[in-house]
Nanobody
């Protein structure tokens, strides 16, 4: 069974950084992609970036250079490094997975992923 658990959220001041973690299970013997998403109050959930089991990464243009995705495959953990945060980054951040091979971009779209974590809150104050 695929499960994802996010952690690392919190409150920071503008200009600060956070590293979010997504611990996942159930993906050891399959091809997959895992994406990071966020949802701010009153807004739709949006994709930020994704990584697949072949090590490919993709980012939405809006977060390139500010957010970085990495993974520790020995621990089945994926990370999202958030830098130079502003109040506009305040949202609940989620990771989500899809069972797919060779299509990392699939995990940029909320409707195309199948397994979701519970989310972690990031609050940025000015």
């Amino acid at each position: 069974q695929v499960q994802l658990v996010e952690s690392g959220g919190g409150s920071v001041q503008a200009g600060g950084s956070l590293r979010l973690s997504c611990a996942f299970t159930g993906l050891t013997y399959t091809s997959y992609c895992i994406g990071w998403f966020r949802q701010a109050p009153g807004k739709e959930r949006e994709g930020l970036g994704a990584l697949d089991s072949d090590g490919n990464t993709v980012y939405e243009d809006s977060v390139k250079g500010q957010y970085t995705i990495s993974a520790d495959n020995t621990k089945d953990i994926m990370y999202l490094q958030l830098n130079n945060l502003s109040p506009e980054d305040t949202a609940t951040y989620y990771c989500a997975a899809a069972l797919v091979q060779g299509w990392v971009r699939r995990c940029l779209f909320p409707k195309d992923v199948n397994y979701w974590g519970q989310g972690t809150q990031v609050t940025v104050s000015s």
